[in-house]
């Protein structure tokens, strides 16, 4: 079966996040002073292939875990759903 997997990895709450504060400044600048304390991270959309959705929910798990984030700097939630 195919299940499309859609994942959220942003920095940590503990660090900083210099283009997030950047953009949170710009705000300001742009006449939006009411924004604030913008982070920003990515998001990732892919299609796996899977014989449940828990089998693919760990495969995906895993991608993040080896590759697509981080641990040491970033933080990361997926959903995983059927197509």
Do not use: W
Not at 5 to 19: F, G, N, R, S, V
Not at 34 to 50: P, T
Not at 57 to 78: G, Q, W
């Amino acid at each position: 079966m195919t299940y499309k997997a859609e994942i959220d990895i942003m920095p940590l709450k503990t660090l900083l996040d210099p283009q997030g504060k950047a953009v949170s400044a710009s705000m300001k600048n742009i006449g939006l002073p009411e924004i604030d304390a913008v982070r920003i991270g990515k998001h990732i959309s892919l299609k796996i292939e899977a014989t449940s959705k828990e089998e693919a929910e760990e495969r995906v798990k895993e991608a993040c875990k080896k590759l697509l984030a981080n641990e040491i700097m970033e933080s990361f939630e997926f959903s995983v759903s059927e197509m």
